[in-house]
């Protein structure tokens, strides 16, 4: 096998297992831990720890340590909040999700410079466009990590499922279901419901082998790489100050395409938090129960993962605008649906119909946005991905924030706002690149087809 393949396999298989833990510990964090919104509270102090670790850890940890340390030392700091959760309190959790968002940025920084760096070395020795090498890398990255979601709430319903207590909820406890909730915990209606704690600890304990798996595969399998022997000799005498390093983010700000794609990017966080914060409480747990939460994400998950693969194959014949407004009408529906719709477990199809959808325009989101960056951004590409990380994450933040404050149908409105404002500002930025580098039909759709390399939720 080709040695740059092989890495490219190995990040993969690394993030698969540990992301197989933490997506499955974040799906269930609402319901699992629900008292005084303890859960979305240490997800609000994660992403805001995130957003502190993308101005600065990026750029000084990858320069310090290579990517390849870095990307070992940060999924440490996952495994941290795998076991915080073991004794879940304010003085476990949110110390480990402070732990894990100060790792986070620095994760995803470094993976996407050693995949650039990686398809930019290997297309040098083959005579290849580099741009499409690091394409074909990405994209079987996605093809391999997107699963993770299927497998990490797979273990979580089958082992919640074992459990032999069984709560029939009456007509009363579902009024207090789906967008007009009672702002009270929805889930006290499940509580004599709730999972033993051998259960809990079986479960936490797989989550947290398999971040440890995740970690020694990266040690022992993932080689060191250098974009250049006299830059990295460079980097070594010149290495920048804390204060060059933290502005940098900043800087890239002067980038009016940068600031256009702002609530773009933010709307990505706002999102993925509706559906593992919001909806998962409110409708699923709510309504059905906590053990059929790994369910409806693996449906979510499944679906984000096969439509992935399937828009970064035809983006270069539709284009990435048409994806956007596939991905816009789409998450519009769902949000009206929701506003009207009160669930009920007699409609157990419906509560899948749901994250299928919300899936299929999320993959659009996390292709198309990061293929933008890479696309738009290409010659400071680590700022441009810390960035992306830096608004993700506050509309995150902002979504866990006002999680328990506010009533479901005031989220989806914002969340319909944000969205609205999102692709207001986003055609700004097309008519921008339409009038600064005009181009031909045909080297039209070879960028759009390069719309494949992307990031995506944590």
Known sequence: MERNLKNVLVISFGFLFLFTAYGGLQ???????????????????????????????????????????????????????????????????????????????????????????????????AGKNAKDIINQYFGVFFLVFQSSGIWGNLISSLILSQSSTKVEISEEDLACCGAYNCLTDSTNTTESAKPSSSLIYTLLGVYTASGVLAVLLIIIL?????????????????????????????QHLKDKRQCLLIPLTMYSGFEQGFLSGDYTKAYVTCALGIQYVGYVMICFAAVNSLCSLLFGKISQFTGRKL???????????????????????????????????????????????NGLYGILFEKHKEAAFANYRLWESLGFVIAFGYSTKLQVYIKLYILLSVLVLSMVTYGAVECIEAKSSPRTPAATKKENGEALARETHM
């Open 27 to 125: 799906s269930l964090q609402s319901s699992l831990n629900s008292e005084e919104g303890l859960g979305v509270a240490s997800l609000s102090v994660l992403y805001a720890a995130l957003i502190l670790s993308s101005m600065f850890l990026p750029p000084i940890l990858i320069k310090k340590l290579g990517c390849k340390w870095t990307i070992a030392i940060s999924m440490c700091c996952y495994i941290a909040f795998s076991l915080g959760n073991f004794y879940a309190s304010w003085y476990t959790l949110i110390p480990t999700s402070v732990i894990l968002g100060l790792g986070g940025a620095p994760l995803w920084s470094a993976k996407c410079t050693y995949l650039t760096i990686a398809g930019t070395s290997y297309a040098k020795k």
């Open 222 to 250: 993932l080689d060191q790489i250098k974009s250049d022997q006299a830059e990295t000799e460079k980097e070594k005498l010149e290495t920048p100050s804390f204060w060059s390093t933290f502005l940098a983010t900043f």
């Open 323 to 369: 994806l956007f407004a596939l991905a816009t009408v789409t998450n519009t529906a769902c949000i009206i649906a929701l506003l009207l719709w009160k669930p009920h477990p007699k409609q157990l199809a419906v509560f899948f119909v749901f994250p299928a959808l919300w899936g299929l325009s999320d993959a659009v989101w996390q292709t198309q946005t």
